[in-house]
């Protein structure tokens, strides 16, 4: 197979000496890898090695490019923003908030080393990251508004990976609705690599969006690792229609009793789009809840992937853990591939998992068109229905009429 | 209005009607009675264009050729079905969805599209004619509603869209008596010279508050005899073992 890639530490400037053999190091070691491949468990339905070859001719990656922008705000509802170019912290605004109690610094890379040597785009990460943010949120503190982090990317990103590490900390009882927003309409391919490490401490909430502006050539992969402390809860909801291509690996440990995560998804995928939601729910203590739901549309040649485990410790009485997949499948080239697993070694848990697949329900159709509404509306708005539910739990009205409109786009093919 | 000749309708190779006629004119309420499996929601179901029939036989609406047409082409000329089993339709607003469906069949008819505000005003109005509870207009829809808050919801659409022909298919079955006073009192409000109706039942006790001018007793996928409103007391009394 052809090299497709070229990576050097030695583009990175001002490194110190040791910092620099540490990512000497880690790129070693992913080189002794390679992109990962379908024969690794968690790349079974996404050979990204093989998607890569296929779409570049030599990844490089590069100092920054730092190519201004000017910010397009999202106007519709108000809020706090953290703008980043490249996955570089540029700047932050906190308009609506005590700037006492929430911190929002600069990227260090000693602080944000995650070693998983099994993830081989983790060491590339740790070989090649070059900024990010570490965000943290005071005690009690409860964000007035949402946060928006505006994702943009320079110009001359072709051909060119960005690899960026943020870390976010809620402190106890704290509060946020953290919306992470791609504004990118790049017709060339690129890469990002992201790797997130979210610690949410006792009784803290944190509501985590993810959307995109329209639609991107850009290869996405992003792992996040949180971690839960007793009542905490923490929130995900997915919509990023309109990648080329994204993968999100999210791992989640319910560490203390009565944490709850939830994760929801809604894609609808056209043309040749492929992304895929991986999750770990490890429930490692007693009386926590997750809850999966995750929802495909799937049209053209677009390829949908659903990798779910939920894992129960011994010690994990009282778990309820629920997952749930349903795609819509319209055309016989698209596909999608659903791994549900549950590994239980408690003994007194509620655990369930469902996945279905099948076509447009034409009994619902029927119904829409005998009250005059013409088939193609008709269409759309069961598609918008069977994406859109999986909204309802967010309370944000203003937030939630924001993406249900992002939504709609997308079924639209903007 | 409606006149049906010589209707036959078969599915999965099964033959349900067996050469039906009807004619309704305006201002008419004629009620279709008959055993199970007789073929009374099988005719809804070709009137409202549902795909999956293969038929035979004349259906004209008002000189239309009702063949020729789509389901929401005849849902914009004034066909209108009230299902037996609304359908729960997940993630989709009551509200949008009642406003999209307005809005089409004025579309088609060349009227202006009604904006949000206006509607709104018109849908509180509508549905407190009918005791729903404006809570319910804003959920998806017909998703958890009972037996009794979908046919209520069946009506709401039918008052909304102001069809020229209502066919209510076994629209009393799950309603208890208050429900069904209320959804016969939205019928008879909305009953004048121009209108007609075709009310599928199984029992005469809707019948007692929308009077028929007809009935019709359907049987093998034909009508076996036809009579006035006294024809239900009769058949409540002795069946359908009689007719065929």
Known sequence: ?414 | MLSIQNLEARIDNKNILNGLNLNINPGEVHAIMGPNGSGKSTLANVLSGKNGYETKGLIKFNETDLNDLSTEERAQKGIFLAFQYPLEIPGVNTNIFLRTSLNAVRKAKGEKEIDTLTFLKLIKEKASELGIDEKFLSRQLNVGFSGGEKKKNEILQMKLLQPKLSILDETDSGLDIDALRIVADGVNSYKNKDNAFLIITHYQRLLDYIKPDFIHVLSNGKIAKTGGAELGIELEKTGYANIS
């Open chain 1, 1 to 414: 197979m052809k090299q497709f890639y070229d990576f050097k530490v030695e583009k990175i400037k001002d490194l110190s000496p040791e910092d620099k053999n540490l990512r000497e190091e880690y790129l070693d070691l992913f080189y002794k890898n390679g992109f990962p491949n379908k024969k690794e468990e968690d790349w079974k339905f996404t050979d990204l090695n093989s998607i890569l070859s296929k779409n570049f001719d030599n990844i490089t990656n590069k100092d920054f490019l730092l190519d201004n922008k000017k910010l397009n705000f999202i106007n519709e509802f108000e809020h706090n923003h953290i703008y980043l170019l490249d996955g570089k912290l540029i700047s932050s605004d906190l308009t609506y908030e005590d700037r006492n109690k929430i911190s929002i610094i600069d990227f260090n890379y000693k602080n944000n080393i995650t070693i998983d040597k099994n993830n081989s785009l983790n060491l590339l990460n740790n070989a090649l990251a070059m900024g990010g943010f570490t965000l943290e949120v005071s005690k009690n503190y409860k964000l007035n508004k949402p946060l928006i982090i505006y994702n943009y990317f320079s110009k001359d990103i072709k051909e060119t990976i960005i690899n960026n590490k943020n870390s976010i900390i809620l402190n106890d009882n704290s509060e946020l609705t953290l919306i992470n927003y791609i504004d990118n309409k790049s017709k060339d391919n690129f890469m990002v690599n992201s790797m997130e490490n979210i610690e949410i401490r006792r009784d803290a909430l944190l509501k985590n969006i993810f959307i995109n502006n329209s639609k991107s050539a850009g290869y996405f992969y992003k792992y996040i690792k949180s971690d839960l402390e007793k009542n905490s809860v923490f929130e995900n909801y997915i919509l990023s229609s309109g990648l080329k291509f994204n993968k999100l690996d999210i791992e989640i440990n319910l560490n203390q009793e009565y944490a709850k995560s939830t994760i929801f998804s809604a894609l609808n995928l056209l043309e040749s789009e492929h992304q895929e939601i991986k999750t770990r729910i490890n429930h490692n203590s007693q009386n926590c809840q997750s809850y999966q739901k995750i929802k495909n549309v799937l049209s053209d040649q677009s390829k949908g992937v659903y990798q779910g485990k939920i894992f129960v410790k011994k010690i994990a009485q009282k778990t309820d853990a629920y997952q749930l997949s349903k795609a819509l499948i319209l055309n016989d080239d698209a596909e999608f591939d659903a791994k549900p697993e549950l590994e239980i070694y408690a003994d007194d848990v509620k655990c369930s998992h469902g996945s279905t697949s099948g076509s447009i329900d034409l009994d619902s159709l029927h119904y829409l068109k005998s009250r005059g509404i013409p088939e193609k509306e008709a269409y759309k708005m069961l598609i918008s229905g069977f994406l859109g539910e999986t909204l309802e739990k967010l309370i944000e009205e203003n937030v939630k009429f924001f993406l249900l409109k992002k939504l709609e786009g997308q079924i639209n093919g903007n």
